[in-house]
């Protein structure tokens, strides 16, 4: 270690305070309500009377440190030297003059970064690593985002939605991400393809076997080999398998697919979370721009925006309206993939004649 560079702290993230505009940490926990001047502002006003205005631009979130530095500048220049980011990767610059904010948004946007993002708007959609940084992706989650919001990027900009909408992407079917108005989740539809020769090299079979939640794998031999077996059968594909184990090989150009579900919400401030539910699968896994599921997850915001009334958010809309009529408005064909078979899910399954929404 060189001299004078302090001892790396392993044991999480620094404390926020110390980055924290002085404004918003003289008033903490003391605010009493905020305002939207216009799309991608927002004003707090605090009990003290004091006022704080954040302006939000879109960043692509895995950002090089040239785009960084021209974010920085943009804040010192233009702002008061303080930046936040959001979950969503959008950057945050907190003013207390609000005669900053319009030239902030100008050199924002002379820069080609895109203001928005708050309120009735189409959120920065969220994403996992992808190619770029994890070891299991069966897509590329950044690249998936970069196309949708190309496409989306009017609705990023403007409130024309009945309410928020968040949308995010995952990269493999089992670990982070993926829960959102609508979801852009991997979906694989085969069994993993075992590589026998590198598996005695590389894997520790009791973890591999142990990971698969159907049980569906057991050690075999194999040429003479220490190696596994899957039963075919029993196999979800959900690709636990693959991280522990990359002989498994289950990312597949082909039957790696995408998959689309909508209405989850975590939140619980008007209604209760909910889960999402299936509505497209299948979907080719098509770089470099993914125009399948991007004219899909289309069709479903420009049928949410015609249809559902101010303020619902997207699983409000479909309890009203029934599943039923979701699928007749947005086109999307209701197919067998969307039946919960699986047999550990008996508590859910619709297994009478009954059609249960
Ligand atoms: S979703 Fe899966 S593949 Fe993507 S970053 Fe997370 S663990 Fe890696
Ligand atoms: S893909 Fe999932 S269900 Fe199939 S063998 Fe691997 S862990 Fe088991």
């Given amino acids: 270690m060189l001299e004078g560079q302090r001892t790396p702290i392993e044991s999480g993230c620094p404390d926020g305070f110390q980055y924290m505009h002085p404004l ?34 879109g960043t692509q979130r895995i950002l090089d440190v ?15 030297g303080y ?37 009735n708007s189409v959120a920065m959609i969220s994403h996992t ?32 939605m009945p309410n928020r909408v968040h949308i995010t992407t995952s990269c493999c079917q089992i670990n982070c991400g993926g829960q959102g108005d609508i979801a852009i989740n991997i979906q694989h539809t085969k069994p993993p393809k075992i590589n026998h020769d590198l598996v005695a090299n590389i ?31 029993k196999c979800i594909c959900c690709g636990a398998c693959y991280p522990p184990c990359t002989p498994m090989q289950i990312n597949d150009p082909e039957h790696t697919k995408l998959a689309i579900w909508v209405g989850g919400n975590h939140s619980n401030a008007r209604s209760k979370p909910t889960f999402q539910k299936l509505v497209a699968a299948g979907i080719p896994n098509n770089p470099p721009r993914w125009p399948e599921a991007t004219a899909i997850v289309k069709k479903i915001l420009q ?24 699928f007749e408005l947005t086109e999307l064909p209701f197919t067998k993939f969307h039946v919960d078979n699986w047999r550990g899910a008996r508590r859910t399954l619709n297994a009478s004649t009954h059609i249960r929404f």
């Fill in 66 to 80: 040239f785009t960084l530095r021209k974010l920085c500048d943009i804040g010192d220049e233009y702002a008061e």
């Fill in 203 to 233: 894997c520790e079979r009791p973890s591999v076997v142990a990971r698969c939640p159907v049980a569906a794998i057991r050690p075999a031999l194999v040429n003479g080999k220490p190696s596994l077996e899957v039963d075919e059968k």
């Fill in 24 to 57: 918003m940490r003289k008033n903490y926990g003391n605010w009493a309500y905020h305002e939207d001047p216009r799309p991608g502002v927002l004003k707090h006003v605090s009990h003290s009377g004091d006022a704080i205005y954040t302006v939000r631009a």
């Fill in 303 to 326: 049928t949410y925006k015609e249809n559902a009334r101010d303020w619902e958010r997207l699983n409000d809309w479909i309890e009203r309206i029934g599943w039923p009529r979701f």
């Fill in 129 to 160: 690593q992808g190619w770029l940084h994890c070891d299991i992706p069966g897509t590329d989650a950044s690249g998936v985002v970069k196309s949708m919001m190309d496409e989306l990027i009017d609705e990023f900009k403007n409130w024309n």
């Fill in 83 to 119: 930046v936040r980011f959001t979950i969503r990767s959008n950057i945050e610059y907190m003013v207390a003059d609000g005669s900053k904010v319009e030239p902030l948004i100008e050199a924002l946007e002379k820069e080609g970064f895109v203001v928005g993002g708050t309120k």
